[in-house]
């Protein structure tokens, strides 16, 4: 064969970012493993759609290229028998109960996933002598700044996590720092700030977003409830980020990297720019929980049916009516809010030589482009 495959083992492949690093890695050539919880139903949707039908490197097949493990990260004896029986040159550490909000309502299962699910990773390498082989990527976050200490946030930043998932992740962070200073090991964390694409999950704000504005063209949604529209990210795409995560496992040493665009935005700033991609202006009125946004739209579908913008068409001659689109709820506020985020990727430019690729306006188009042509595909 002339080279050597290498193996990778992903925790989280089943989510957004599972699935674009799993893309990345085949068409690298790696064999590739994912853990995967048992569900009622198969949980493999995105792998599929992203790398379903992927040429791949010697014109291998998926089968002989990909292999999921059921597991949990909450399972210690599952977590290090797998660590095992595969010997992986690679960790990706991304399975998390990644939502901050829910982390309010599940504190103690978040933690046990997020922190010491990211523990039973490290002690598997351990305790399967793999220290010196195993290179180890811990999907740390930006939610780790919480309420920030400095802006933009740098490697230096002092962190304080506003969340029980921040908290867990901040255990995890230390944790990876502590492994690699006590065992040696190459443990890294990527810190990244918010990334998105169509694969993200639909009650994180953006897709949230995207959805209901696709939904709301074609006369299938009256209008959106919104929680903080002030909140400001630093928002990129997942497949650039995944490549970050894996330069960061190729580089001559372990250590600490910001994932960022350098740029930030507020959720309004998102809307405004979701009904743009069609055309639609959107008016603010108001302010508080009295803030809501207008604009001229589709009148709701009476069948049910979507009408209205048609991917490669636009809207034609629909009915349209000016009404309330946007408002605000506040169930979906937090217990406590991290209000902007603003990262410097100043180290991974140097040192690993990444940019982002992908600007806000492409990624909201992107998103756009997808939700809209699933409203139809449904
Ligand atoms: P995601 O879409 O929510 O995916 C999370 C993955 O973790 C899913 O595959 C999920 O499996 C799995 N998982 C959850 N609980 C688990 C458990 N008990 N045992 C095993 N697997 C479990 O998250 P993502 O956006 O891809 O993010 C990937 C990682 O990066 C996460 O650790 C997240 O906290 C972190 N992060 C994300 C961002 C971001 O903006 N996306 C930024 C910084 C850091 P199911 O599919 O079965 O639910
Ligand atoms: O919220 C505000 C909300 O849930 C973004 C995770 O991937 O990124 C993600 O965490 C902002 C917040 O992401 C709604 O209050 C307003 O200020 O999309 P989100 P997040 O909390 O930033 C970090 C980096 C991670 O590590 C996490 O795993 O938007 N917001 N209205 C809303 N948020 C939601 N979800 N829903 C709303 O209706």
């Known amino acids: 064969m002339g080279f050597m495959t290498k193996k990778a083992f992903i925790t989280g492949i089943t989510g957004q970012d599972g699935a674009y690093l799993t893309h990345l890695l085949l068409t690298k050539g790696y064999e590739v493993h994912g853990l995967m919880r048992r569900t009622s139903q198969f949980n493999n949707a995105r792998i599929q759609e992203l790398c379903g039908h992927l040429p791949l490197p010697g014109g291998a097949s998926l089968e002989e290229r990909l292999?999921?493990?059921?597991?949990?990260?909450?399972?210690?004896?599952?977590?290090?028998?797998?660590?095992?029986?595969?010997?992986?040159?690679?960790?990706?550490?991304?399975?998390?109960?990644?939502?901050?909000?829910?982390?309010?309502?599940?504190?103690?299962?978040?933690?046990?996933?997020?922190a010491l699910g990211t523990l039973r990773i490290l002690e598997a390498v351990r305790q399967a002598r793999l220290t010196?082989?195993?290179?180890?990527?811990?999907?740390?976050?930006?939610?780790?700044?919480?309420?920030?200490?400095?802006?933009?946030?740098?490697?230096?930043?002092?962190?304080?996590?506003?969340?029980?998932?921040?908290?867990?992740?901040?255990?995890?962070?230390?944790?990876?720092?502590?492994?690699?200073?006590?065992?040696?090991?190459f443990a890294s964390n990527g810190i990244l700030f918010n990334h998105e694409s169509p694969f993200r999950g639909e009650t994180f704000v953006t897709r949230k977003i995207t959805l209901a504005v696709a939904r709301i063209l074609n006369g299938l949604q009256s209008h959106l409830e919104l929680g903080n529209m002030d909140?400001?990210?630093?928002?990129?795409?997942?497949?650039?980020?995944?490549?970050?995560?894996?330069?960061?496992?190729q580089h001559d040493e372990p250590g600490d990297f910001i994932i960022a665009t350098g740029e930030q935005h507020s959720v309004r700033e998102f809307v405004t720019l979701a009904f743009e991609f069609v055309g639609i202006p959107i008016r603010w009125e108001g302010t508080g929980l009295e803030e809501v946004g207008i604009a001229r739209v589709p009148f709701l579908s009476a069948d049910g049916k979507a009408v209205g913008f048609v991917p490669g068409h636009g809207l034609g001659n629909v009915p349209m009516e000016e009404r309330v689109v946007v408002k605000v709820n506040p169930d979906f506020f937090r217990p406590a809010e991290v209000e902007t985020l603003l990262g410097n990727p100043e180290k991974s430019r140097s040192v690993l030589g990444w940019n982002a690729q992908t600007s806000f306006p492409q990624l909201v188009h992107e998103m756009m482009e997808y939700d809209l042509r699933k409203i139809h595909a449904d």
Not at 164 to 182: D, I
Not at 231 to 249: C, P
Request: proline share 5%.
């Open 67 to 114: 292999f999921l493990h059921y597991g949990d990260s909450t399972d210690s004896l599952n977590i290090t028998t797998l660590v095992e029986d595969i010997q992986p040159d690679e960790i990706y550490n991304l399975a998390a109960q990644s939502h901050v909000k829910v982390s309010f309502e599940m504190p103690v299962y978040t933690c046990d996933v997020d």
């Open 132 to 185: 010196e082989k195993t290179h180890v990527y811990q999907a740390s976050t930006s939610e780790l700044f919480g309420k920030v200490q400095e802006i933009p946030q740098t490697e230096k930043t002092p962190f304080y996590p506003r969340s029980p998932y921040g908290v867990a992740k901040l255990f995890a962070y230390w944790m990876t720092v502590n492994y690699r200073e006590s065992y040696g090991m």
């Open 231 to 249: 909140a400001k990210r630093d928002w990129g795409h997942a497949r650039d980020f995944v490549e970050a995560m894996w330069r960061i496992l």
